[in-house]
């Protein structure tokens, strides 16, 4: 489990294909603090620490979840949004996250407004239901407040606000018009949904 608050920016050094794809990562943290089979999030897919050494550390990642994250993420040079696994006892920053990738979202609009940036993301009819206003939200990894919901031709356009402070220490600070983002849905919305067609179903 996690938080969505990012505290190292990761860059992949190697990526191999043994099998599952093996990636190696680069990181500020120190791994001899990080035990091997631990769980880390990288821009918010929760995987198992497999290998590590001194600032680095290597996750295995199938072919399943390459094929339902952000396009080009698992590629050398590639930046991560890196999160260690939240410890019971733990100041709960962001919100609750889970390190599942429930869908796929595409920057449409970025902006700057102030000090602060301006970020409208695109989603798919499996996400639109569980967006809304001053609810949160996970992209790649970042835990955030959408500020407006507009529903285009059954998808959904939301918009966030990126604080200076998040987009100097996330990928956030580098996102562009057309790249893909990893999305996950507030746990609390999925669990509202199964409640709501649980309801309807027993009508």
Same mark, same amino acid.
């Given at each position: 489990?996690?938080?969505?608050?990012?505290t190292?920016?990761?860059t992949?050094?190697?990526?191999e294909?043994?099998g599952d794809?093996?990636?190696v990562?680069s990181?500020?943290?120190?791994?001899?603090?990080v035990? /091997?089979?631990?769980?880390?999030a990288?821009?918010g897919?929760?995987?198992?620490i497999v290998?590590?050494g001194?600032n680095?550390f290597?996750?295995?990642v199938?072919?399943?979840?390459i094929?339902?994250t952000?396009?080009d993420?698992w590629?050398?040079g590639?930046?991560?949004? /890196?999160e260690?696994?939240m410890?019971l006892?733990?100041?709960?920053?962001?919100?609750?996250?889970?390190?599942?990738?429930?869908?796929l979202g595409?920057?449409?609009?970025v +902006?700057e407004?102030?000090g602060s940036?301006?970020v409208?993301?695109?989603?798919?009819a499996?996400?639109?239901p569980?967006?809304?206003p001053k609810? +949160?939200v996970?992209?790649?990894?970042v +835990?955030l407040?959408?500020?407006t919901?507009?529903?285009?031709d059954g998808e959904?356009e939301?918009? /966030?606000n990126i604080?200076?402070?998040?987009w100097?220490?996330?990928t /956030?600070?580098?996102?562009h018009?057309?790249?893909?983002?990893?999305?996950?849905?507030?746990v609390?919305?999925?669990y509202?949904?199964?409640?709501e067609?649980y309801r309807? +179903?027993?009508r």
């Amino acid at each position: 489990m996690f938080t969505g608050i990012v505290t190292d920016i990761g860059t992949v050094t190697t990526v191999e294909s043994p099998g599952d794809t093996r990636v190696v990562v680069s990181t500020a943290y120190d791994t001899a603090t990080v035990d /091997l089979g631990a769980s880390i999030a990288c821009s918010g897919v929760c995987l198992t620490i497999v290998d590590k050494g001194p600032n680095w550390f290597a996750v295995d990642v199938s072919g399943e979840t390459i094929s339902r994250t952000a396009t080009d993420q698992w590629t050398q040079g590639r930046q991560f949004n /890196l999160e260690r696994a939240m410890k019971l006892g733990d100041e709960l920053g962001g919100h609750i996250v889970t390190g599942h990738v429930d869908g796929l979202g595409t920057v449409v609009a970025v +902006s700057e407004e102030g000090g602060s940036h301006r970020v409208t993301i695109r989603a798919g009819a499996d996400i639109a239901p569980f967006i809304a206003p001053k609810g +949160s939200v996970t992209i790649d990894g970042v +835990s955030l407040t959408v500020n407006t919901v507009r529903d285009v031709d059954g998808e959904v356009e939301f918009g /966030l606000n990126i604080i200076p402070h998040t987009w100097a220490v996330t990928t /956030l600070g580098t996102i562009h018009v057309e790249q893909s983002v990893n999305i996950e849905i507030d746990v609390l919305a999925r669990y509202l949904q199964r409640m709501e067609h649980y309801r309807a +179903s027993a009508r």
